[in-house]
């Protein structure tokens, strides 16, 4: 037996919301739509992987969600721009990334971060 995927479910009355925040700052595509349920994805090959955290690094929260991208000054301008407030960061942690927390529409804390 092989896992394949693990995705993350975020409860919400109003599936459209997402849109802004997963799909047009951070470019995910709008790949299953069912009315009651959006899914956004990348064709890029993901690693699967579920984390448990005592803290979030650094004395930090831990996050609902990490996201790993290429460039996450990029994706800080957008969240800025967006109007999204950055809760921690942008901060090059010793264990070798770059990172900031930010919360999603929904309330839940969002690490974004890129490997140095």
Do not use: C
Request: negative net charge; aromatic residues 10%.
């Amino acid at each position: 037996m092989t896992v394949k995927r693990i995705v993350a479910n975020i409860a919400t009355a109003d599936t459209a919301t997402a849109r802004r925040f997963y799909g047009d700052v951070l470019g995910l595509d709008l790949v299953m739509d069912h009315g009651w349920i959006a899914t956004y994805g990348s064709n890029e090959r993901m690693t699967v992987q579920i984390s448990f955290a005592e803290q979030g690094g650094a004395g930090t929260p831990v996050p609902d969600i990490s996201i790993e991208v290429d460039d996450v000054d990029t994706v800080l301008a957008g969240m800025k721009q967006a109007g999204f407030t950055v809760e921690y960061g942008p901060i090059d942690e010793p264990w070798g990334v770059r990172r900031f927390f930010v919360r999603d529409p929904f309330g839940r804390l969002v690490n974004i971060l890129e490997h140095r």
